[in-house]
């Protein structure tokens, strides 16, 4: 029954299976949708009120009524403390330990993925949600944005003006920004969803930390260690709408989550690869 | 312990043990599964039969002891092995909100060797082998147990598999449900495949099985085929008689311990046990037939010293033990689940 040379496929079908799994869930959806009440909430409110008055609320929030191009902006900085984190808890904080609760992690190990492959197809999977995540605040926020506010071209933090097109381009980097902002995230959950067959426990475990990370930020006795959070450079994204852009935050940042990936991407290697499956 | 690596056995393994902690679980065992076999691994719930079965898949790392499987030391070869072993362990597991047959594709896709090309087509052939095609397309959170037990060994028959490992496969299923899991574990012996079937109910085992294992309280008590194991479990002479007293005492000067019961219409019945002590192959090589305990008197002796005495034979046979009670006296009877 053997066959004399053994087929081996590229290993590309359980990473199309993965995404397709994940974003054909209902609750990968509802979590896209919640995502994109968020810009649509801020520009129906600012629509139904009057004329906001500037300097209160989150920053743009004044200009949107001018440009609706501004409504998705707005709509991650709102989106980027708290919503944003807690989407990425629940999908990072479900790859492992969703599955275990499935009793399918047995039947993928046994099929066999590979723990290894199987960790990494995971990690992917949850990077292709923080991007979808990211998106849906930036193309949602846009398009509300333009059904109704006028959109004309772009004041930027700098002073200077461009036009529409660019003013898309840089709003597509912003998304690209943010979602390099949730991987370090991303790998802590991964990380432990591994040490758990409870996925509510990983999830609410991450989210935790994504608060926890933004508190110690905000108290200026631990400055030595603000550098050092994975939530540090998360409202950096607004150096992208300067002119020049200033890459110097997209780096930074960059740099931080490959640290962070690095760390928990190898303590989840460490500790899946010898963990007894019992679920 | 033995070196192992016997090319004729689909699973070996030799001192296995596995500890959680303070407990033992399996507490080495030495199985010897040949190839082509449907081989059964017995034991009540709580024995070590699930944990066995997940170190031989790699689920699990072994606390000391070896295992092979199809040839293959686990787990440093399980990327070679694993393809062509398909199982099921601890029940079936599957994706709610998936169909029968996405839930398929998405753990076949975990397998390199599966080809994507024809995926599809194999998914559809192993829906209809378990009798599942016209559920295919409703999600799982639908399905029965029974049917999610179908699913789960429609997984298992992916590809062509040289070993199947069904870890309680009639658990849930509707006696016609069994009885196509008996047929369909057939078919695939005919061509072939070696079945290692894992339950707790030993009538399954006795309809299925040409070989069989015996698990208690993590260790191996007994192994070797069937009949193996039914003649270990030795034979039991019943005597029908009203002179019980008598009797007791002839047969203990036989050698044989008896005891008796009052029988309508006979006066009593009296029973003694033919057998040498029990466990007499416990994790030992099947015994040979002509292994025979020779020190007990042979029927035509023990009813000719009954005669001579002048005792009253209204009835004397020769009963082989039933493997059920030979699993009884192995494991013990009762509820209690161990550990």
Redesign the interface.
Known sequence: ??SDA??????A??L??ELW?LF???RTWALLLALAAIPILIAVAIRLSSSPSPGRGPAFLDQVSQNGLFVGVTALIVAIPLFLPLTIGVVAGDTIAGEAS?????????????RVR?LVVKYIGAAAFCFAAALTVVVAGTVIGALLFPVGPVILLSGTTIEVGEALVRFLAIAGYVMISLLGLSAIGLFISTITDVPVGAMAATISLAVAAQIVGALPQLEWLHPWLFSHYWLGFVDLLRDPVSWASFGDNALLQAGYIVVFGALAYGRFL?K???S | MTTIGDPDLAIETSGLTKRFGSQTAVNSIDLAVPRGSVFGFLGPNGSGKTTSIRMMLGLVAPSSGEVRVLGGEVPRHLPEVLPRVGALVEGPGFYPFLSGSANLRRLDSADRGAPSATRRARVDAALDRVGLSHAAGKKVGAYSLGMKQRLGIANALLVPRELLVLDEPTNGLDPQGTREVRHLIRTLTDGGTTVFVSSHLLAEIEQMCTHAAVMSVGGLVAQGTLDDLRRVGGSRIRLLTPDSELAIRVLARLGLESRAVPEPDAGYLVTASLARAAGAVAGAPPATPGDRPGALPVPEVIVAALVAEGIRVRGFSVQRASLEERFVALTGEGFDIAQ
């Open positions: 029954m053997p053994p087929h081996r496929e590229s290993g079908a359980l199309r299976s799994v054909r869930r209902r499935h009793g399918t992690l047995r039947y993928l190990l046994i099929a066999p993925s590979g199987l010898t007894d499956i019992l």
